[in-house]
Structure formats: C-alpha cells, structure tokens
C-alpha cells in the first residue's frame, strides 16, 4: 500500500499549526506562564487571534498543545538511547539519565518549574495515564518477552509506571541525595533498579512480631 501524500490543505495546517507553537514558546520564555499571551502569539506567529483559536482554542489549549508536540520531539530524541545497549537494564538506566538530564536542560520547562509549577503538574497529573500507556508502547519493541519480537504493550505498563513516577520525581521535586551531574544521577538510579533484589532478601528473612521473645 503506497503511503497517503499530504495534501496542500495538511501542509498548510501543519505550517500554521508550527507557527503558532513557535510563537507560543517565544511568548512564553519572554512573559511566563501567568501572563495572558493570546494575543501576543497571534501577533508573533503572524495570525489574526480568531485564527489562533481556530487551529488550538484558548492559552490552556496552546500550552497543551506544546506540551504534546514537547512529547513527540522528545520520545524522538530517546530513541537512539534506548536503542544504544544491549542490556534491557543499562537501557533503562540510560533512558532515565537521559530524560531527567534533558528535563534539566530544557528552557521553557524550567522557567516554568520556577515561576509557575502548578502548570507542569497539572500537564503531568493530568495526562498522567496517557503518557504512560504511551511509554509502555514506545518500549514494546526494545524489551521483548521470549520468542516474540515484541512484548506486550500491556505487560509494560507497571515499568512504563515506575518509569514515570521515578522520572517525574526526580523532575520536579528536589530531593536529599545529589544526582545533579549524570554521573550521580546514574548511580543513583542504578541504585534504585537494585531495590526489587533488596526488597526479595528482606522477604526471605523471617520477620518477629512486636513484642516476641527473642531465642537465646
């Protein structure tokens, strides 16, 4: 089946719809999250406002917007990492490394971590769910189970969710250990893969009851 050609109708949605996210990003690293930049994106991408909300609606819906096309650029950006090992675990930790390093360097993330983190919590609360079932089906061909050339997305799931929580913790919550250099970011990390074999040994030693007599 030949692919389907964009047409000259799609090419110039997408060349409106990246103007407008362009112009968004700029607005939002000059005047902040709280300032009301409708307008001003508008007038920076070159539109009138009614055609701004046409393609996207109001600022939240924009923000969105970004924040999605942010997603994209960067599951791009991760894939020749997750694809650099051979281990399904120095993978992992490489991915993590790689994410929360990128998160660190990014401009407009980090202006908005600072001035205003409500917004980033929201976008990361609400569409929580979404972006680690799309996590989990990013992985499915790098981590397969058995004879099959790739797992099941949904077998994914709980290390696409480990993923997330660790990744976005680490994001947006300062924490008592140092992990600012990657290099103390991945042994950190690499720590915490350790923990299931930590958490197996505490499991196999039998545990007293409070208030037991200790054998002597």
Same mark, same amino acid.
């Given at each position: 089946?030949? &692919? @389907?050609?964009?047409?000259?109708?799609?090419?110039?949605?997408?060349?409106?719809?990246?103007?407008?996210?362009?112009?968004?990003?700029?607005?939002?690293?000059?005047?902040?999250?709280?300032?009301?930049?409708?307008?001003?994106?508008?007038?920076?991408?070159?539109?009138? #406002? =009614? $055609?701004?909300?046409?393609?996207?609606?109001?600022? $939240?819906?924009?923000?969105?917007?970004?924040?999605? #096309?942010? @997603?994209?650029?960067?599951?791009?950006?991760?894939?020749?990492?997750?694809?650099?090992?051979?281990?399904?675990?120095?993978?992992?930790?490489?991915?993590?490394?790689?994410?929360?390093?990128?998160? #660190?360097?990014?401009?407009?993330?980090?202006?908005?971590?600072?001035?205003? =983190?409500?917004? @980033?919590?929201? %976008? %990361? $609360?609400?569409?929580?769910?979404? %972006?680690?079932?799309?996590?989990?089906?990013?992985?499915?061909?790098?981590?397969?189970?058995?004879?099959?050339?790739?797992?099941?997305?949904?077998?994914?799931? &709980?290390?696409?969710?480990?993923?997330?929580?660790?990744? $976005?913790?680490?994001?947006?919550?300062?924490? +008592? +250990?140092?992990?600012?250099?990657?290099?103390? %970011?991945? +042994?950190?990390?690499?720590?915490?893969?350790?923990?299931?074999?930590?958490?197996?040994?505490?499991?196999?030693?039998?545990?007293?009851? &409070?208030?037991?007599?200790?054998?002597?």
């Amino acid at each position: 089946m030949n &692919p @389907v050609r964009p047409t000259v109708d799609m090419l110039r949605r997408n060349e409106i719809c990246s103007r407008i996210l362009d112009a968004a990003e700029e607005c939002l690293m000059q005047s902040g999250f709280r300032a009301r930049v409708h307008a001003a994106i508008a007038k920076r991408a070159g539109l009138s #406002r =009614p $055609t701004v909300y046409k393609y996207f609606g109001d600022q $939240t819906a924009i923000i969105e917007a970004l924040f999605e #096309r942010e @997603v994209n650029s960067f599951l791009q950006r991760l894939r020749p990492v997750i694809e650099g090992g051979t281990h399904a675990k120095a993978r992992l930790v490489d991915s993590v490394v790689f994410v929360v390093s990128y998160a #660190r360097e990014h401009e407009l993330l980090q202006k908005s971590l600072k001035e205003d =983190p409500q917004v @980033v919590t929201h %976008l %990361l $609360t609400s569409q929580g769910q979404t %972006l680690i079932e799309r996590v989990a089906d990013f992985m499915a061909p790098y981590f397969p189970r058995g004879d099959e050339p790739t797992a099941d997305q949904r077998a994914l799931v &709980p290390m696409a969710e480990w993923l997330y929580r660790v990744v $976005t913790s680490l994001i947006t919550t300062p924490g +008592v +250990v140092d992990t600012e250099s990657p290099e103390k %970011l991945r +042994v950190f990390v690499t720590e915490l893969m350790e923990l299931p074999s930590l958490s197996s040994a505490l499991e196999a030693r039998p545990v007293r009851e &409070p208030g037991a007599a200790t054998l002597g």
